[in-house]
């Protein structure tokens, strides 16, 4: 393939806005020229007329186009070339009569020159010009998608919630959106990415105020294509990435062999400090039951031990309060798994229902309670997102 490249000046006026090439070039069997406007991403406005043997393309802007020497550009096909008077026309003169076969692909406007006998079907694109329109289409798209998400985020209005927990062998992190959400999660070493195609800040305060060994590092970053959560790991960190539904999202981190151990020591402790203050409790009771007179026993306590006890529920400055009134101390542990808050109490001491209020019903739609041997397990289907907290007063 011979190939000769040609500089055209395209004018609006006097100033010349457009600059553009001419590529003619020798193709298997045929003869082709190439009109490439750089500046823009289209074609001005043209008309290409081919009679006796004058191929003439017209513009609706003046050209000025000096030409080389047509017959050594592409001798089997052109003989001469120059420019209309005004400036708004180009004329080849032809060598032997041709059938014209036009094509466009953005600002490229390809002119092929075909033999008389010419068979088959016309001459594509070059494979590389294909891939270009191809790969421009797809980054309209996206440009496209883009535009409509950040459109719906100023409708919608996304939030992400942050929810950071400690668990014995793991760390938990839960990103909770208030609308559906499309997330992405990688890694790269030591560097953990999480996208969410909202363009929306993701407030961090909640991980960053209590990093834990395992994440050295966190930052936001937000764009026209979403939000990203950038995590700086400690080497051979293996996160795990779910989520259960559209809006929640977790992310899961293995503590190391030595946390998980003291994690495990001091759980021991406390259970073994709890026994003896349950141990001390109980030689308390004795000896309170022993000084007690005959008579006096149903004034000693109201709440006869082994039976059901029943949830209090009351609001205190905006804050919902759930009190079990155990008759002994009870370990317990609370957690939060998508809008259902679940609570888990190491006693076989049945738990009733509490008595519907207007407290509850401003948190909860649901309440209910499941017994399994020596565990009474309770589950609060949440109505709106809200933090939960657990603490001992007493023996509640």
């Known amino acids: 393939m011979v190939a000769v490249l040609l500089w055209l000046v395209l004018a609006t006026g006097v100033v010349a806005d457009d600059r553009a090439q001419l590529q003619a070039t020798k193709e298997a069997g045929f003869g082709r020229l190439v009109l490439e406007f750089s500046d823009r991403l289209d074609l001005p406005k043209y008309k290409i007329v081919y009679d006796n043997n004058v191929l003439a393309v017209t513009f609706d802007e003046a050209v000025r186009l000096p030409l080389a020497d047509m017959a050594t550009t592409l001798p089997d096909y052109l003989t001469v070339g ?18 014209i076969h036009s094509m466009e692909a953005g600002e490229k406007l390809f002119i092929d020159l075909l033999p008389a006998g010419w068979q088959g079907l016309p001459p594509s694109m070059p ?17 496209a998608e883009q535009r409509r998400k950040a459109e719906e985020a100023r409708s919608l209005n996304p939030r992400a919630t942050l929810h950071v927990g400690r668990n014995p062998t793991f760390y938990r992190v839960e990103f909770d959106w208030s609308t559906d959400t499309k997330a992405e999660f990688k890694q790269d070493g030591t560097t953990a990415t999480i996208n969410f195609d909202w363009p929306v800040a993701v407030d961090l305060y909640a991980l960053k105020a209590d990093l834990p060994s395992e994440i050295q590092g966190a930052a936001n970053s937000v764009g026209v294509a979403g939000s990203s959560v950038i995590l700086t790991l400690m080497a051979g960190v293996t996160p795990r990435f ?5 809006k929640h999202f977790t992310l899961d981190i293995d503590l190391t062999s030595a946390e998980v151990d003291q994690n495990r020591t001091t759980a021991e402790a406390a259970a ?9 409790e109980a030689a308390k009771q004795a000896a309170s039951s022993s000084s007690i007179e005959p008579g006096q026993e149903a ?7 082994g039976t059901a006890i029943t949830p209090k529920i009351e609001e205190v400055s905006g804050t919902v309060r759930v009190d079990f009134p155990f008759e002994r101390d009870t370990a317990a ?53 809200k933090l939960a907290t657990l603490a001992s007063e007493g023996r509640s």
């Open 82 to 99: 120059r420019v209309d008077p005004d400036g708004k026309g180009v004329r080849f003169g032809l060598r032997r009569p041709v059938t």
């Open 127 to 143: 494979p590389r010009v294909i891939a270009e329109l191809a790969q421009r289409a797809k980054d309209a798209e996206i440009l």
């Open 242 to 246: 779910y989520s259960p539904d559209a």
């Open 272 to 280: 073994k400090a709890a026994e003896e203050l349950a141990a001390q």
């Open 299 to 305: 004034m000693a306590s109201d709440h006869t031990p």
């Open 333 to 385: 542990a609370v957690f939060r798994r998508g809008n259902a808050l679940w609570m888990l109490f190491d006693t076989p001491t049945l738990i009733n229902q509490p008595e519907q209020s207007e407290a509850l019903s401003s948190i909860a739609s649901a309440f209910t309670v499941t017994g399994a041997g020596e565990t009474q397990v309770v589950r609060v289907d949440l109505s709106t997102p």
